[in-house]
């Protein structure tokens, strides 16, 4: 979230995938971008307008326009990642895809590599496979988190949930990797890591 309150006069975002997963990936960059009205929560009581869903005070109502929490509602999801979720091939998915089209089209610069390949004189692709094997230490906290995963996962498919949860799954396995390179990966990617980096963004946004 930190990202968002960066203030500034233009914003530009670079990305070499948009999206990985799924539709809304692609709210991260719309919601950044401050792309009216599609980076906006509305209400459909009042002509409440903000970036963000909430806050909301303990009887959840907008502390705004004090309308219920119901009765806010994404301009992306409902219009744009709703409609290609449930069925793309639909009249309401296709029209959507239409907009999402549009939207970028209208502020997406690309550049493929085949295209700047003359200009940025690249060397060819090397890959290569090495296998490191991990100090004892690390190697118990991999199995520790493996095993966690693991539980989660067969905890999902007994509840019939693995399709729903693709991106967390995925997450997971990410997680994995990370344990990989570094233990503290794991750690600080924890909420309150997240703020910290608020902070020092706020320190960078200040000068």
Known sequence: MCRYNLHATFRWAVSGTPFQNRVGDLYALVRFLKLDPFSHYFCSQCDCKALNFGPFDARTRCIRCHHSRRSHWSYFRRYITRPITMNASSAEGRQSLQLLRKIFGNILLRRTKAEREQDVHLPPLVMETRYVRLE?????????????????????????????????????????????????????????QGHRECELLRGIDSR
């Open 136 to 192: 004892p230490s690390e190697q118990a906290f991999y199995d520790r988190l493996a095993q966690e995963y693991q539980d989660k996962v067969e905890q999902l498919a007994e509840e019939g949930m693995l399709e729903a949860k693709v991106s967390e799954l995925l997450v997971l396995l990410m997680r994995l990797r990370q344990a990989c390179n570094s233990g503290l990966l794991i750690k600080y990617s924890e909420n309150k």
